[in-house]
């Protein structure tokens, strides 16, 4: 379980692929502190680390995860939002993410808005009942908070604004129109729709 505060920009420094993908990301977590087995969400992936140096941590990623992420474009030198798993008493600074991605959208859009950067992102349409204004979701593993919604004839599109703190602290400050995100939907949002079919 996880907040959506991102807490470290890690980076791909090697990608081997073998029956699965060992993938080693470059970080600032003292790596002491974590223990094999872990999990840290990277990008807003739930992954386990199975190897560990004084600066680094690997994962083992499986072909259904990198089909339903965006972790298959990820080259060396790749940049990725990473959280450690909540603890029990920490602060719940975002809102509850698990680390499940739901689909993968793309940058539709960025303008410059005041100081911040106001995005715009494509949403498969199998996904739109649970995308509302105001709501929260959760884009390569960071807690958002969504502008507007609009549902058009080319399908759904969605805006947030990223204030300069979050481009810093996040991979938001170098991301482009045509990236690929991975999305997860409130999880509550996700409950409230299953209560509403039975």
């Not at 990301?25 to 199975?50: E, P, Q």
């Not at 303008?111 to 884009?139: C, E, M, N, R, Y």
């Not at 960071?142 to 810093?168: C, K, M, R, W």
Request: glycine share 10%; charged share 20%.
């Amino acid at each position: 379980m996880f907040t959506g505060i991102i807490t470290d920009i890690g980076e791909v420094t090697e990608i081997t692929k073998s029956g699965d993908t060992r993938i080693v990301i470059k970080t600032d977590y003292d790596t002491s502190t974590i223990d094999f087995g872990a999990s840290i969400a990277c990008s807003g992936v739930c992954l386990t680390v199975v190897g560990k140096g004084d600066d680094w941590f690997s994962v083992d990623v499986s072909a259904e995860t990198l089909s339903c992420t965006n972790l298959g474009v990820w080259t060396v030198g790749s940049n990725v939002n990473l959280e450690r798993a909540l603890k029990v008493g920490e602060e719940l600074g975002g809102h509850i993410v698990t680390g499940h991605v739901d689909a993968v959208g793309k940058v539709a859009s960025v303008k410059q808005d005041g100081d911040s950067k106001k995005f715009t992102f494509t949403l498969p349409d199998a996904l739109k009942a649970f995308i509302a204004a105001k709501g929260s979701v959760t884009i390569n593993g960071a807690s958002l908070t969504v502008n507007t919604v609009v549902d058009g004839t080319n399908g759904t599109e969605f805006s947030i604004n990223i204030i300069p703190h979050t481009q810093e602290k996040t991979t938001f400050g170098a991301m482009q129109t045509g990236d690929n995100v991975n999305i997860e939907i409130d999880i509550l949002a996700r409950y409230v729709a299953r209560m509403r079919e039975v």
